[in-house]
């Protein structure tokens, strides 16, 4: 059974610095992009990055380039995102996604709380 577990949210300051994982199993993780979505409350769903199978191609929201990172391990079948310089506008739900950018995942984890507050 396909599964995808996030972990790393939290209680951060403004200023201050996350790492989310996704641990995919169930599916053939390296042959498929991924992305990162969030959604703050309230709000629908924001897509945040893809990244390529391979890793070698990435693609951010703009209002999130330049501070976050994805990355992904296909050995480990995990996928990344440092989350820098952080906001109190990045306080949401963030959750794994197989497959790149799109309105509809067939597969999404269940996501972690990132706050963002002093």
């Known amino acids: 059974q396909a599964q995808l577990v996030e972990s790393g949210g939290g209680l951060v300051q403004p200023g201050g610095s996350l790492r989310l994982s996704c641990a995919a199993s169930g599916f053939t993780f390296p042959a498929y992009y991924m992305s990162w979505v969030r959604q703050a409350p309230g709000k629908g769903p924001e897509w945040v990055s893809d990244i390529s199978t391979g890793g070698g191609a990435r693609r951010y929201a703009e209002s999130v380039n330049s501070r976050f990172t994805i990355s992904r391990d296909n050995a480990r079948n995990t996928l990344y995102l440092q989350m820098n310089s952080l906001k109190p506008e990045d306080t949401a739900l963030y959750y794994c996604?197989?497959?790149?950018?799109?309105?509809?995942?067939?597969?999404r984890g269940q996501g972690t709380q990132v706050t963002v507050s002093s």
């Open positions: 996604a197989k497959g790149p950018r799109s309105n509809n995942y067939a597969l």
